[in-house]
């Protein structure tokens, strides 16, 4: 599975964006699909994942961010309203077959990664 983010800018507090990630190479359709996130200076850290069994957010995205995923599109969405300058960070795309889980190194597939920067 190959997967390529998108949809990553430059927007003032309070704004919205929504990444993309497009998967090929094979159908995601029953995949596990998440976002992370890597702030400047920091660890890569859980944002959110869509599963057939539901979705998970952390707690510092919860009622701000959506996950949503579009099988016919292969294709999974991160709906960011209300941003904060804290959620300034490369967003990453990840896959995997098997159980949700935050734990970033449980997923197989990543894609490469898109900027996202807040400013005050």
């Known amino acids: 599975v190959q997967l390529q983010a998108s949809g990553g800018g430059l927007v003032q507090a309070g704004g919205s964006l929504r990444l993309s990630c497009a998967a090929s190479g094979r159908t995601i359709r029953m995949y596990v699909l998440a976002w992370f996130r890597q702030p400047p200076g920091k660890e890569r850290e859980f944002v959110a994942a869509i599963s057939w069994r539901g979705n998970n957010y952390a707690d510092s995205v919860k009622g701000r961010f959506t996950i949503s995923r579009d099988n016919a599109k292969n294709t999974v969405y991160l709906q960011m309203d209300s941003l904060k300058p804290e959620d300034t960070a490369v967003y990453f795309c990840?896959?995997?077959?098997?159980?949700?889980?935050?734990?970033?190194?449980?997923?197989?597939?990543w894609g490469q990664g898109t900027l996202v920067t807040v400013s005050s």
């Open positions: 990840a896959a995997d077959p098997d159980t949700l889980t935050t734990q970033s190194n449980q997923y197989n597939y």
